[in-house]
């Protein structure tokens, strides 16, 4: 079998969805997961664009052991030491530079030419090479490079150092022929490539991610730059577990991992209550419907044999077909058991605190499934907030004006508020506006139903605009008015303080 390296940027490209950033702590969680996972490198940041991801990243470097620990950084000789830096606790480190190399990149965004871009892309190898032994180059926006001038920078680097060289498709324009036949030109036309891995970074903007990314693997590639469920910036990135079991699935690719199929539905599950970014239902391999069937054709053939209409078996990406049912009657070790197979561990207090909460949302509620359990957790963590909801009760009908009246606790101490709006959801964030007295805008409302049924519990994310800078909430309930409160505190939190 040939060997695919896991090249994992959940927490640096994927983190740079609005609204899912992590702190140093779940980064952390994030980190051991994945190294359970079986990635071969955790990006761990971009150590000179903030505090928090330069501690980040030295947190990160202590709490795994075999991945390499990389850090981005700019072709710059300042981003470079301060990523060394970052680096030092790292028992494998790999610093990651480079430059754009489009016609896009040089005219407009350096000012520059291709003689003096070739230049300095060898100069931010060489200056990282003083630092490190393993050095990546990436060629941003290579998927609108020229190929014979992408060659000569591909060539360069490695001749500078660089063990890596990462080819992105930065845009998602590549169509997938077109970036296959980039990488095989590479292969067939660098002198000293086989002295590097040629690496592939795809963008999902036109849904070919996983496509792209396959087709420069196919054609030689053997590093693939990934997310758990392909999040990132715009449309997201290619999909860690698409790549991971496509591979599983055609045994006859000859190209193999080390993932360990059977965690990534918990460390999907783990990402996504992190970041509050749900899974959408029909997400390959990891959204809840991806092994449902609703057809009577399709239930009769799986039912007389699984592989009628399914490629892969659910259990070997660890989903558990015989998993224990929630309940109101299920006791704390249900729910420990639960929790563990979605990848987060608790004990004593906190574990009652989270059973408390489970009792109350099961009296309310037929079935709880695993998106219901990771909502209780992201309460959880909310609960230090300085500022929470205490109580909320609100009057609406047919022909009548809503009213609502709230309590809120701030650092302790209560403060209420009523108020008339336009609907209930407004009249109750009128009361909250009352209360947090300052100029807030609302940007974006989205609710989204869990499951399905009147009892479901309904997730709420927001946009709130203070003083020109954009804060994102979050707040789940089988009140959606509720819920919607939740987001809009959850917002406010992260600029009161």
């Known amino acids: 079998m040939d060997r695919l390296f896991i090249f994992d ?44 991801d330069f501690n980040s990243v030295v947190e990160i470097s202590k709490a795994v052991t075999w991945p390499t620990i990389c850090a981005l950084t700019r072709g710059v000789q300042k981003d470079i030491e301060v990523a060394a830096e970052a680096l030092q606790y790292a028992k494998r480190k790999r610093i990651h530079t480079g430059i754009g190399t489009s016609d896009y990149h040089i005219r407009y965004k350096f000012n520059s030419n291709q003689e003096e871009i070739l230049e300095r892309a060898v100069a931010a190898v060489k200056y990282a090479k003083s630092f490190v032994e393993d050095v990546e180059f990436y060629c941003e926006d290579a998927g609108r490079t020229d190929n014979v001038y992408l060659a000569r920078v591909v060539e360069a680097v490695i001749k500078a150092g660089a063990t890596v060289v990462n080819i992105p498709d930065t845009t998602g324009y590549c169509l997938p022929h077109v970036y296959g036949e980039k990488i095989k030109f590479l292969m067939e036309n660098v002198k000293g490539v086989h002295n590097a891995i040629l690496s592939t970074h795809c963008h999902n903007d036109l849904g070919m991610a996983t496509a792209n990314t396959m087709a420069g693997v196919l054609n030689g590639a053997r590093q693939v730059e990934v997310t758990i469920n392909g999040i990132g910036e715009r449309a997201g990135n290619t999909s860690l577990e698409e790549v991971a079991m496509i591979l599983k ?39 809840r419907n991806a092994f449902a069937h609703s057809s009577g054709i399709h239930q009769d053939g799986v039912l007389k044999n699984r592989e009628s209409y399914e490629i892969m078996d659910p259990t070997d990406v660890g989903i558990d077909k015989n998993s224990i049912v929630l309940t109101a009657r299920s006791g704390r070790a249900a729910l420990k058991h639960r929790l563990s197979v979605l990848g987060v561990n608790v004990d004593g207090e906190k574990l009652d605190a989270l059973y408390q909460e489970f009792l109350k949302l099961a009296d309310r509620k037929k079935d709880i499934n695993d ?71 609302l940007q974006e409302f989205t609710i989204q139903a869990i499951n399905r049924g009147s009892d479901d519990v309904g997730k709420v994310h927001m946009q709130v605009e203070h003083e020109g800078v954009v804060y994102y909430g979050f707040g789940a309930n089988t009140d959606i008015i509720a819920a919607s409160v939740e987001a809009y505190i959850n917002a406010i939190n992260q600029f009161v303080k």
């Open 371 to 441: 998106d219901d359990v990771l909502m209780l957790v992201g309460k959880e963590r909310s609960s230090k907030d300085r500022i929470r909801l205490e109580y909320l009760q609100v009057s609406s009908g047919v022909g009548l004006r809503p009213v609502a009246s709230l309590g809120v606790k701030i650092a302790g101490e209560l403060f209420e508020a009523a108020a008339t709006g336009n609907g209930p959801v407004d009249a109750a964030i009128n009361a909250l506006k009352k209360i947090i007295n300052r100029k807030m805008t």
């Open 249 to 287: 699935c055609h045994k006859d690719l000859h190209i193999d991992t080390q993932i360990n199929t059977h965690k990534i539905y918990s460390t999907s599950r783990l990402v996504s209550n992190l970041m509050n970014m749900p899974v959408q239902p029909n997400k390959a391999i990891v959204g």
């Open 9 to 52: 940027t959940t927490l640096r490209d994927g983190e740079q969805v609005p609204g899912c950033q992590l702190n140093t702590v779940e980064k952390i969680q994030v980190a051991k997961a994945l190294e359970q996972l079986g990635v071969d490198v955790i990006e761990a940041g971009f150590p000179i664009s903030s505090p928090g």
